[in-house]
């Protein structure tokens, strides 16, 4: 069983379009990140969520929108897409209390041309 | 800013030898100190941390030393496989936040 899982695996899409990417996790934890990885496979944090509340959110350009239907899935809307959204963007879990282990999702590839 | 600094780059190992891979940090909250390991194409995943009340912890052929007064901490791969090329990252961030600090990436190459 996948514990972080992540959909779609592969995108590529125009400049200017709508796309949204969908996590879900079955590790029965509280707090879901989203993590973009650059070309230079550089880690940043965008967003985090702890049981459904928005607690990290990095500045991130604001045609990012998270949403967390529940505290088990975390997606990702992206507005406008531009060609440096390029990028790997990584879904991850962790339990509710901080310090502790963060689990990765496979990553969804971006790639806007 | 990035608050964790990791070098090198890149290294490249022959198979059996010792990978190190140097990370430094200035914030003295940061108080969980994981390293992650990152196969092509895949998530990065846990591979061994650390909390700075010990000077160093070992699991396997991993190998991780703490040095708190220098604001250091590195990991060694001994008997390098193979199997362990990858990109490693270490991380760090205080007890009570979520905000999980990578650096920047060491890629190894284990050479047969």
């Known amino acids: 069983d996948t514990a972080v899982s992540q959909t779609p695996k592969y995108l590529v899409t125009q400049m200017g379009n709508d796309k949204s990417i969908k996590c879900e996790q079955n590790?029965?934890?509280?707090?879901m990140y989203w993590y973009k990885q650059d070309s230079k496979k550089f880690l940043k944090i965008m967003f985090s969520?702890?049981?459904?509340?928005?607690?990290i959110n990095e500045t991130v350009p604001n045609r990012f929108s998270p949403k967390s239907p529940d505290k088990a899935h975390l997606n990702l809307h992206i507005n406008s897409l531009e060609l440096g959204d390029s990028a790997v963007y990584f879904c991850?879990?962790?339990?509710?209390?901080?310090?502790?282990?963060?689990?990765f999702g496979e990553g969804s590839w971006l790639t806007v041309v | 800013q990035q608050q964790v600094k990791q070098s090198p780059q890149s290294l490249i190992v022959q198979k059996g030898g010792i990978s190190i891979i140097n990370c430094a940090y200035e914030?003295?909250?940061?108080?969980?100190f994981p390293w992650y390991q990152q196969f092509p194409g895949k998530g990065p995943a846990l591979l061994i941390a650390?909390?700075?009340?010990?000077s160093e912890k070992k699991e396997g052929r991993f190998t991780i030393s703490f040095n708190k007064s220098a604001k250091q901490f590195s990991l060694h791969i001994m008997d390098s496989q193979p199997g362990d090329s990858a990109t490693y990252f270490c991380?760090?961030?205080?007890?009570?936040?979520?905000?999980?600090?990578f650096g920047a990436g060491t890629t190894v190459t284990v050479r047969a």
């Open positions: 991850a879990s962790s339990p509710g209390t901080a310090g502790n282990t963060i689990y």
């Open positions: 590790l029965g934890h509280d707090t």
């Open positions: 969520y702890n049981n459904k509340e928005l607690i």
């Open positions: 914030n003295t909250a940061f108080d969980y």
């Open positions: 650390i909390r700075p009340d010990v």
């Open positions: 991380a760090a961030y205080p007890l009570d936040d979520y905000k999980l600090s």
